[in-house]
């Protein structure tokens, strides 16, 4: 089974940074990061897909040039390494992944209706 565990969240000031990390197991074929605030829709930040070049990663223009997703295949662990975090950053964020070999395209990548594997969430709080 697909399991993801985050880590990495808490609580910082305005500017500040954070690191998350999504430790998978089990088969995934793709896989990004995701935050939700109550009252919301859970919303792609970061995710990565697959172009002729390889695999390249893809941001929301909310956090372009401040968030930065990575990977250790060897570690079977992904990070999305947060940067300059404003208030409006604040969500509970999670790891997201999906095991259907499928082309996405432009904002499907960052539809939470196209990963069927969450992890359990790890709360950012950024004060101002």
């Known amino acids: 089974q697909v399991q993801l565990v985050e880590s990495g969240g808490g609580l910082v000031q305005a500017g500040g940074s954070l690191r998350l990390s999504c430790a998978a197991s089990?088969?995934?074929?793709?896989m990004g990061w995701f935050r939700q605030v109550p009252g919301k829709e859970r919303e792609g930040v970061a995710v990565?897909?697959?172009?002729?070049?390889?695999?390249?990663?893809a941001y929301a223009d909310s956090v372009k040039g401040r968030f930065t997703i990575s990977r250790d295949n060897a570690k079977n662990t992904a990070y999305l390494q947060m940067d300059s975090l404003k208030p409006e950053d604040t969500a509970m964020y999670y790891c997201a992944a999906d095991a259907r070999v499928r082309p996405l395209y432009g904002d499907d990548r960052f539809s939470s209706q196209n990963y069927n594997y969450w992890g359990q969430g790890t709360q950012v709080t950024v004060s101002s």
């Open positions: 990565f897909y697959i172009n002729t070049a390889g695999v390249v990663p």
């Open positions: 089990g088969y995934i074929y793709r």
